[in-house]
């Protein structure tokens, strides 16, 4: 997705590379093995149309990837939105995946996520899938009508709003009990929470006032239980009200799980590095971030100074 970076080191189609992993999982591509270069090799050239819906793709001043305007009226979007709708930090639909989202957008059944609690309207016509029966249509119909009551984070994180994630979400709902509250927030009463700035503001104002989330909103309101996040107790430790960074991989436990400890103890998660970072925690693998922070001069814990600190 990083056309400047395919430009930058001439990336050309049919060419061979010397790929490194960085980090967790990403792989970063070092450099084109210039030798193995077929002669007729062809440059990329960026597509200035989503090959889907035909809308213009566009690239923000502030970012990287380059993005398809056609939003609510893309279908590869729509698809990718209900995906993540379902997926685990958001609604968590056992037995709902991308294999069922296809067949059902196929049927016609599935346009927006609140089509998705009146999927048993199709009982009859489910139980005749193939793959499907009785029990399996049982299943399915079951695990959704038990996710009709979410918190308030998972249900803003569910939205898909972009560049907010799971740790923005609880942010948010933290702040706002009901997604009214947010939506009367200025944008520049926003960029006053930890975490959000200018173009982040300016995404959640935007996406909470189109036309076409308002309609979809409206109607999971009807449909759902939307209810506030519970205030966790806090307890005092040398991360309360430090913002931290977690990269790498953890030996003793998960990153999400390191995240929820650390919040138990009253710390600001981010995903990204700045001058305002109190720590970067290191585990294995730990990527560009490590050279960052030791640019930026943040303070840097492995995993045994991090387990040292927090009992």
Not at 261 to 269: F, P, S, T, V
Request: charged fraction near 30%; glycine fraction near 6%.
């Amino acid at each position: 997705h990083n056309a400047d970076e395919i430009a930058r080191k001439d990336i050309r189609i049919g060419d061979t590379l010397l790929v490194e992993r960085s980090g967790d999982v990403i792989p970063k591509v070092l450099k084109v093995i210039l030798e193995k270069r077929l002669k007729n090799s062809i440059p990329f050239i960026y597509p200035t149309t989503c090959p889907v819906c035909g809308a213009p793709v566009v690239k923000q001043d502030d970012q990287v990837a380059r993005v398809c305007t056609g939003g609510f009226f893309c279908p590869a979007q729509i698809r990718e939105h209900l995906k993540h709708f379902v997926s685990r930090k958001a609604f968590n639909i056992e037995g709902f995946g991308e294999k069922q989202i296809e067949l059902f957008i196929e049927k016609g059944w599935l346009n927006d996520p609140a089509d998705i609690f009146l999927l048993k309207e199709h009982k009859d016509a489910l139980e005749n899938l193939d793959g499907f029966g009785e029990k399996s249509t049982e299943n399915l119909l079951s695990a959704i009508e038990s996710h009709k009551t979410i918190s308030f984070d998972r249900f803003l994180y569910s939205l898909g709003i972009p560049q907010v994630g799971i740790v923005l979400s609880e942010t948010l709902a933290q702040k706002y009990s009901t997604l009214s509250d947010l939506e009367n927030e200025s944008e520049n009463d926003l960029t006053q929470i930890d975490g959000v700035g200018e173009n982040i503001a300016h995404e959640i104002k935007t996406y909470l006032t189109h036309p076409k989330t308002r309609s979809l909103i409206q109607k999971l309101n009807e449909i759902l239980k939307i209810t506030p996040l519970a205030q966790k107790e806090i307890t005092q430790s040398t991360f309360t009200n430090k913002r931290i960074v977690l990269t790498g991989t953890l030996e003793k436990m998960s990153r999400e799980e390191a995240r929820e400890l650390l919040q138990k103890h009253g710390a600001k998660i981010s995903s990204s590095l700045s001058k305002n970072t109190d720590f970067l925690i290191v585990g294995e693998n730990p990527g560009s971030k490590l050279r960052t922070a030791t640019d930026l001069k943040v303070q840097i814990l492995d995993e045994k100074n991090f387990f040292d600190l927090i009992s």
